[in-house]
């Protein structure tokens, strides 16, 4: 079994919908959390960035932390097509390595 | 640019060769890390600088692979005898801090096709 569970997709959305990604870990000792965005071929770039349990907004993105389930998720509102991406959600093993979900691939449909 | 750069960003070879690719972090990070991604997954370690220092290598890094940042700036990792099963994304980021835990910042990898 993988410390990091992530559904692969891939995930379909028509354009202004709401999207839900969701990651489960089994290693209670991971404290913090991250979501990177992945564009075909290039490398990821970091989203969002939590540690307590509870929810943080950046603008359209919500990211939410449930540690006592081992469950976090990352909200898009009013998603676009420039949204179409592979979603991965991260976290910290130890002080240094990161340790990924399989990563979700998204599509919003104009 | 003032973001991690890689190169090449493409290699294809044939198995048994040697390949080394090359990593430039973003100035004054003082950490920098090496990730493999394989098709349909996410990155997993391989193996992190602090300053000239390797301090941590994955199983996943066999005796073929070694890597090395001999300033304490840019770092190479070389594949020797090169598998099929060595084709993937090579990543590598690079963060500043003391703590730990902060954000590394990703280049857009090398890609290695073993024919």
């Known amino acids: 079994q993988k410390e990091v569970e992530q559904d692969p997709g891939p995930l379909s959305v028509p354009e202004g919908a709401i999207v839900s990604l969701n990651c489960t870990y089994s290693?209670?000792?991971?404290?913090?959390f991250m979501w990177y965005r992945q564009y075909s071929r290039k490398g990821p770039e970091l989203l969002m960035y939590?540690?307590?349990?509870g929810n943080k907004e950046d603008g359209r993105f919500t990211a939410q932390v449930d540690k006592s389930s081992k469950y976090i998720s990352l909200f898009i509102r009013d998603s676009q097509p420039s949204d179409s991406a592979t979603y991965l959600c991260?976290?910290?093993?130890?002080?240094?390595?990161?340790?990924f979900g399989q990563g979700t691939r998204l599509t919003i449909n104009p | 640019d003032t973001g991690v750069s890689q190169d090449p960003r493409h290699k294809i070879t044939k198995r048994g060769q040697n390949v080394t690719f090359r990593c430039d972090p973003i100035?004054?990070?003082?950490?920098l890390y090496w990730y493999r991604q394989t098709l349909g997954q996410g990155p997993e370690f391989l193996t992190y600088?602090?300053?000239?220092?390797?301090?941590?290598k994955s199983r996943l890094l066999s005796d073929r692979f070694s890597a090395e940042r001999p300033k304490g700036s840019f770092s190479t990792l070389e594949i020797q005898r090169t598998e099929q099963g060595d084709s993937a994304m090579y990543l590598c980021?690079?963060?500043?801090?003391?703590?730990?835990?902060?954000?590394?910042?990703f280049g857009p990898g090398t890609r290695l096709l073993v024919l």
């Open positions: 939590t540690y307590s349990s």
């Open positions: 100035s004054e990070h003082n950490r």
């Open positions: 991260a976290m910290f093993q130890g002080a240094q390595k990161l340790v």
């Open positions: 980021a690079s963060s500043f801090g003391l703590a730990g835990r902060e954000t590394q910042y």
């Open positions: 290693n209670s000792a991971f404290q913090y």
């Open positions: 600088f602090q300053n000239e220092a390797q301090l941590e």
